[in-house]
């Protein structure tokens, strides 16, 4: 008999649907006009000749885009669709569907308005260029889904380069949220932060912020793993965030795989 379960236990059905409403929609998201044009004054008011006075006021001002805009209210989602959900490499085109989920996400939670940037290109150097000639548009930056560990060189080029939000979703919209997870448990279980063997499997993008977050909110025993095992100090294979990590919360030097690092653990 032919089963109707798909990964994770998730009904094929749910699949098909999900084929079919992106297909019926022809994506998820639009743009919608926050004003009415009925007529020609309208039209004048929204348009030309009226829309030339907001214009000189922020020529004069750049700061006054936000008040005659919508930039303040506008986010970028970037991915070059090297690292899409659990989907890995699969390119800018097939990262859309996702993007354009963020958007909605941004919109229905939150009520920004979000707009997806696909980039077809990996260049990191590129994608820092790309996103700052377009910043005057948006408010904020939401990276999205980009492999690591270019991840960590396109946040830190465009904090550097650019006056708004850079936010990567991957790492900083992860941690917040295993950062409240653990707030509770803790509550829970009457432990206090510093004191808790923590460990994390995992070295990329999510680890490193969670790892960050922690260690700022008071953690101090913490070990992470790769898919080699513990992370340490003296590994000269790792990348220079995998050092960083190691020097920072493997002040024992443990060595050993998952199984070893979860000897005693508290959080995993």
């Given at each position: 008999?032919?089963?109707?379960?798909?990964?994770?236990?998730?009904?094929?059905?749910?699949?098909?649907?999900?084929l079919?409403?992106?297909?019926?929609?022809?994506?998820?998201?639009?743009?919608?006009?926050?004003?009415?044009?009925?007529?020609?004054?309208?039209?004048?008011?929204?348009?030309?000749?009226?829309?030339?006075?907001?214009?000189?006021?922020?020529?004069?001002?750049?700061?006054?885009?936000?008040?005659?805009t919508?930039?303040g209210?506008?986010?970028?989602?970037?991915?070059?669709?090297?690292?899409?959900?659990g989907?890995?490499?699969?390119?800018?085109y097939?990262?859309?569907?996702v993007?354009?989920?963020?958007?909605?996400?941004?919109?229905?939670?939150?009520?920004?308005?979000?707009?997806?940037?696909?980039?077809?290109?990996?260049?990191?150097?590129?994608?820092?260029?790309?996103?700052?000639?377009?910043?005057?548009?948006?408010?904020?930056?939401?990276?999205?889904?980009?492999?690591?560990?270019?991840?960590?060189?396109?946040?830190?080029?465009?904090?550097?380069?650019?006056?708004?939000?850079?936010?990567?979703?991957?790492?900083?919209?992860?941690?917040?949220?295993?950062?409240?997870?653990?707030?509770?448990?803790?509550?829970?279980?009457?432990?206090?932060?510093?004191?808790?063997?923590?460990v994390?499997?995992?070295?990329?993008?999510?680890?490193?912020?969670?790892?960050?977050?922690?260690?700022?909110?008071?953690?101090?025993?913490?070990?992470?793993?790769?898919?080699?095992?513990?992370?340490?100090?003296?590994?000269?294979?790792?990348?220079?965030?995998?050092?960083?990590?190691?020097?920072?919360?493997?002040?024992?030097?443990?060595?050993?795989?998952?199984?070893?690092?979860?000897?005693?653990?508290?959080?995993?």
């Amino acid at each position: 008999m032919k089963s109707n379960v798909g990964i994770g236990g998730i009904s094929l059905g749910l699949y098909e649907e999900a084929l079919d409403l992106h297909r019926q929609a022809q994506g998820k998201i639009a743009v919608n006009s926050k004003v009415s044009v009925n007529n020609s004054r309208d039209l004048s008011l929204a348009y030309s000749p009226g829309v030339a006075e907001p214009c000189k006021v922020i020529a004069n001002n750049s700061e006054e885009v936000f008040t005659y805009t919508n930039r303040g209210n506008l986010v970028a989602v970037v991915s070059d669709g090297t690292a899409v959900l659990g989907l890995g490499d699969i390119g800018p085109y097939a990262a859309m569907p996702v993007m354009e989920g963020k958007a909605i996400l941004f919109k229905n939670f939150a009520d920004v308005d979000a707009f997806p940037l696909c980039l077809d290109t990996k260049d990191v150097d590129e994608i820092v260029e790309t996103v700052s000639k377009v910043a005057p548009t948006f408010g904020g930056v939401n990276l999205e889904d980009i492999s690591g560990p270019r991840c960590f060189e396109i946040e830190s080029k465009l904090k550097a380069k650019l006056d708004i939000p850079i936010f990567h979703d991957d790492q900083h919209g992860t941690a917040v949220v295993c950062f409240a997870g653990l707030i509770n448990a803790l509550k829970i279980s009457g432990k206090k932060i510093g004191e808790v063997k923590i460990v994390i499997n995992g070295a990329g993008a999510a680890g490193h912020s969670i790892t960050n977050l922690l260690w700022t909110a008071g953690a101090r025993n913490i070990l992470i793993c790769d898919r080699k095992g513990i992370l340490t100090p003296n590994n000269c294979t790792n990348n220079k965030y995998k050092l960083e990590l190691a020097a920072l919360t493997n002040n024992r030097c443990e060595e050993g795989d998952l199984t070893h690092a979860l000897r005693n653990a508290d959080v995993f």
